[in-house]
């Protein structure tokens, strides 16, 4: 899968429909309410899409259409997102968690006994042996 979205920020002179995002077939634009508003004159529109088939996407476009009446409408892009699913990341696998888990025991389980074994080697002798005298 893979998805590209991005947020479009305009005045409220930006119309429903007036920003398009396409890239080969498909084509999306903003709807005529935002979806964020900071109070002070700024929409925020996003326009994104994504494959869920596999297939990777074609080059994408902006495009800013005036209509008729030929306004010049003032925008900008933010917080730009590609996404692809599937990909490996530097996160491990699940599974490969008990794995390094098992392995760090079995290296201090062999430690442990190498230290044992050679500690026993190093006691000193506390037997003595007498002979009788006849």
Do not use: H, W
Not at 20 to 40: E, I, M, P
Not at 57 to 70: A, E, F
Not at 96 to 122: E, I, Q, T, Y
């Amino acid at each position: 899968m893979q998805a590209f979205g991005l947020y479009v920020i305009g005045t409220r002179d930006v119309d429903g429909g007036d920003i398009a995002l396409s890239s080969g077939a498909f084509r999306v634009s903003n709807r005529a309410v935002a979806d964020v508003s900071d109070g002070a004159g700024s929409y925020a529109f996003f326009l994104g899409f994504m494959t869920d088939d596999g297939s990777a996407l074609d080059p994408v476009s902006l495009l800013v259409l005036s209509g008729g009446d030929q306004r010049l409408l003032d925008i900008d892009i933010d917080d730009v997102i590609l996404a692809r699913a599937g990909g490996t990341g530097d996160v491990p696998e699940p599974a490969s968690v008990p794995l390094m888990l098992a392995a760090a025991l079995a290296f201090g389980a062999a430690g442990k006994r190498r230290a044992l074994r050679c500690d026993r080697r190093a006691r000193p002798i506390t037997r003595l042996y007498y002979q009788r005298e006849s």
